[in-house]
């Protein structure tokens, strides 16, 4: 069966620090891959999202980026991290297709002071 | 840009009672999608609808699209109180990118 791997669960960064957030996807191969951040309280608002490796589509201008070494592996940077990019980061996959739905991952609360 | 609109925000709905969540979008979608997060937790598939006027259940659940395949709602009926979350519809309008709605937070009163 598949599953996704999403580390960490929580993490607490002073601003103008890097950030790594790592996705892993086991059990499946060339899947859809969906970077989202969800501010306290509100909906899912899509940053990035992966069709194959070393392809990324941003989606909002920002601070963020998007890696995709590998075909299971999504990763999400910052070279230095703001206010206000604090929120809960979920990664997804998904199958090729519109008759899949997405799979979360459980999520890394950010905090940034 | 494709957008999906979904109301009400809050739904306080007293233990027993029937309850509606609608989404709307300002373009035609080739499916919805809908999810629920848990207080402190991650979206979780539910169900997708594909048809134009398609139906779906779910135990207490009922989900239905529009026929003009832009509006979608969510019904629960005699809700409990595992039915607390936050319920998400989703659209998609491409291969890729479902647009997500902002999402409807249930409590429930005993």
């Known amino acids: 069966s598949q599953t996704i791997h999403q580390w960490p669960a929580t993490l607490v960064q002073p601003v103008g620090s890097p950030l790594s957030l790592e996705c892993t996807v086991e059990?499946?191969?060339?899947?859809?891959l969906y970077w989202y951040r969800q501010a306290a309280g509100r909906g899912l608002q899509l940053l990035f999202y992966s069709v194959g490796i070393g392809q990324i589509s941003s989606e909002v201008p920002q601070n963020l980026s998007a890696s995709r070494p590998q075909d299971r592996q999504f990763i999400l940077s910052s070279k230095k991290l703001l206010l206000s990019d604090s929120g809960f980061y979920l990664c997804?996959?998904?199958?090729?297709?519109?008759?899949?739905?997405?799979?979360f991952g459980s999520g890394t609360r950010l905090t940034v002071v | 840009g494709q957008q999906v609109m979904q109301i009400p925000q809050y739904q306080h709905v007293q233990e027993g009672e029937d309850f509606t969540t609608y989404c709307n979008s300002s373009t035609t979608l080739s499916n919805i999608q809908w999810y629920k997060q848990r207080p402190g937790g991650h979206p979780v598939f539910l169900i997708q609808l594909v048809k134009s006027g398609e139906v779906k259940k779910q135990k207490r659940l009922t989900f239905q699209f529009g026929e003009a395949k832009k509006n979608s709602s969510l019904h629960i009926t005699a809700t409990q109180t595992t039915d607390v979350g936050t319920y998400f519809c989703a659209g998609t309008s491409n291969d890729y990118k479902l647009s997500f709605g902002a999402g409807t937070t249930v409590t429930v009163r005993a």
């Open positions: 997804a996959w998904s199958g090729t297709g519109l008759t899949y739905g997405y799979t």
């Open positions: 059990g499946t191969s060339n899947p859809n």
